[in-house]
């Protein structure tokens, strides 16, 4: 599969989220060419400041290899990864990220934290952005709709 197809698996996830009024942010890791995990946002429904979809997608891969070394592996998720699921990555022993939208507010590398990059570190592996419209399409709703019911509540007070 080519990055745009698990770009779009990840996609999924994201959609699963947003039915679950989540920040509809989809993840998946893929070894071998094969998926063997993936994950969405469950922040609100679990509330766990932790629930991201790559920390999600991370922990089901250490599960489904028994290791928490996920050597060989590829995470490819909806958003750019915040500082705290870069380092996860980093953590996890991961290959490659790629990502499908950025995100400037919370983006680790959009805000300049390159923990993938860090030689201080044990472990570097690629980041890298491969713009998916999908991807940003489906936040940019997300957020819109949810400054429309603000403000809707707003005016019906």
């Not at 060989?72 to 290959?95: D, F, G, H, I, W």
């Amino acid at each position: 599969m080519s990055s745009k197809k698990f770009l779009l698996e990840a996609l999924k996830h994201a959609t699963d989220a947003l039915t679950r009024d989540e920040v509809p942010v989809g993840a998946i890791i893929v070894k071998d060419g094969i998926v063997i995990a993936y994950g969405s946002n469950t922040r609100e429904e679990m509330q766990d400041p932790t629930g991201h979809a790559e920390m999600t997608a991370i922990r089901e891969a250490a599960k489904a290899l028994s290791s928490w070394r996920l050597i060989n592996c590829e995470l490819y998720v909806t958003l750019e990864p915040c500082p705290m699921c870069l380092s996860a990555c980093q953590q996890a022993r991961l290959k490659r990220v790629v990502y499908g939208a950025k995100d400037e507010k919370g983006g680790a590398i959009c805000l300049g934290y390159h923990v993938h990059q860090d030689v201080k570190l044990n472990h570097q592996f690629e980041a890298i952005y491969e713009p998916e419209t999908d991807c940003s399409q489906i936040l940019k709703d997300f957020f819109s709709k949810q400054r429309n019911l603000k403000k809707t509540e707003k005016s019906a007070k």
